[in-house]
């Protein structure tokens, strides 16, 4: 599920995802298929200790900090 990078960062960063979590669990449900266990989070991605600026930098520039 696409969204669960998105979450997982948003989550990390203290944004509200309500939204998106509840559009992760209810594909969860109608896929059966745990989302947040098999998706992308920040952690599996290697990016939880990056900051909003780094990941800004990599993003724009595409240099890992």
Do not use: N
């Not at 594909?27 to 989302?35: E, G, N, V």
């Not at 900051?51 to 520039?61: A, C, K, M």
């Amino acid at each position: 599920m696409s969204l669960v990078p998105i979450a997982s960062l948003g989550v990390r960063h203290g944004v509200s995802v309500r939204g998106m979590e509840s559009m992760i669990r209810l594909a969860s449900i109608m896929h059966r298929t745990d989302y947040w266990r098999r998706g992308r989070t920040v952690e599996r991605l290697g990016i939880e200790q990056w900051s909003v600026s780094e990941l800004t930098r990599y993003v724009r520039d595409g240099k890992i900090p």
